[in-house]
């Protein structure tokens, strides 16, 4: 027979094992960093290879912003269970926040080798690619999402992110509609779309698809490029108010401050304002409502 202590630590209470663990879990939802580490101490006190204890705490400390420690936590529970996705999901977001990229992407193949069908990794590992502007790999990535998932949104905008990073705006462009087809609110491939028309120089359009994303979220990159849309029509008072409201969500953005005090000297020499922006140049001439357009005269000027 063991003794006493012996017992305590090798043959625990599941009882008490899992009211720590769920006493560690409402606390952590409360917010309560240190209620929840001192249920998961008694936890792995009762069961130090615990791997959900570990991906817990590494969960808890990651959300305190103690990355090291949250980086340790999960470290302990691979090595109590290697095949844990959660384990290895937690381990690459905590080196996302330490700027580890590069292990960041090493640990997202280190699940594939076991879980290939990984949405969740493949989209991740493509995010991180395309931070480090490996553009061609983050595209094999969102391709493979998309042959397990063609009806995921996010992927094709991804990969359209990625194509548009490459110079290859007409299959970026494509992957961009797709996404909005699939969903038709997907507010990132509305900014893309704003993105790439602005660097076409389709400054109306520009407007339009930054105006529709506007009114499901504010970005400070959206009103900044919008802004510059406003001045390649010479609307130099509209881009003024939208630099404003880029420099108001984030002051930090030197581009917004330099194109603003562009559009301030402008506005002394020219302002115009050409009204609603449907078409500039979507539609042909002879469409319906095409010869009634008040902003047709100027089409021309800013349509490429």
């Known amino acids: 027979m063991l003794a006493p202590d012996t017992a ?29 580490l001192g249920q998961l101490g008694v936890a792995l006190k009762l069961k130090p290879e615990y791997d959900a204890a570990w991906i817990l705490k590494g969960h808890v400390l990651q959300k305190a912003g103690e990355l090291e420690a949250a980086l340790d936590s999960f470290m302990q529970s691979l090595k109590c269970n290697g095949d844990s996705k959660e384990g290895w999901m937690g381990l690459a977001s905590v080196l996302h926040g330490l700027g580890r990229l590069k292990e960041e992407a090493e640990a997202y193949d280190r699940l594939l080798a076991f879980d290939p069908r990984s949405l969740e990794a493949w989209i991740d590992k493509g995010a991180v690619l395309h931070e480090l502007e490996d553009y061609p790999a983050a595209i094999l990535c969102y391709e493979e999402v ?12 991804n990969k359209g992110a990625a194509l548009l990073r490459l110079g290859r705006e007409a299959e ?24 790439l028309c602005e660097k076409q120089g389709y400054h109306g359009e520009a407007i339009l698809w930054a105006d529709r994303a506007l009114r499901i979220r504010e970005a400070p990159g959206l009103w900044y490029a919008k802004g510059r849309a406003h001045l390649g029509l010479l609307e130099s008072t509209l881009a003024i108010r939208s630099f404003d409201r880029a420099l108001a969500l984030d002051s ?10 562009r559009a301030k000297a402008m506005r002394g020499k020219s302002d115009f304002y050409r009204g609603a922006y449907e078409c500039f140049g979507t539609h042909l001439a002879g469409d319906p409502g095409c010869e009634e357009c008040e902003i047709r005269p100027r089409c021309r000027e800013v349509t490429p």
């Open 252 to 261: 930090t953005l030197k581009e917004a401050k330099a194109e603003l005090r």
């Open 8 to 36: 305590r630590r090798f043959l625990p209470s599941v009882d008490r094992l899992e009211s720590a663990m769920h006493a560690a879990r409402r606390a952590f939802d409360q917010g309560d960093t240190d209620g929840a």
């Open 172 to 195: 970026a462009a494509r992957c961009f509609e797709e996404a909005l087809r699939l969903d038709p609110d997907c507010v990132d491939a509305m900014a893309n779309r704003t993105y």
């Open 146 to 157: 998309l042959a397990l998932r063609p009806e995921f949104a996010t992927a094709w905008n």
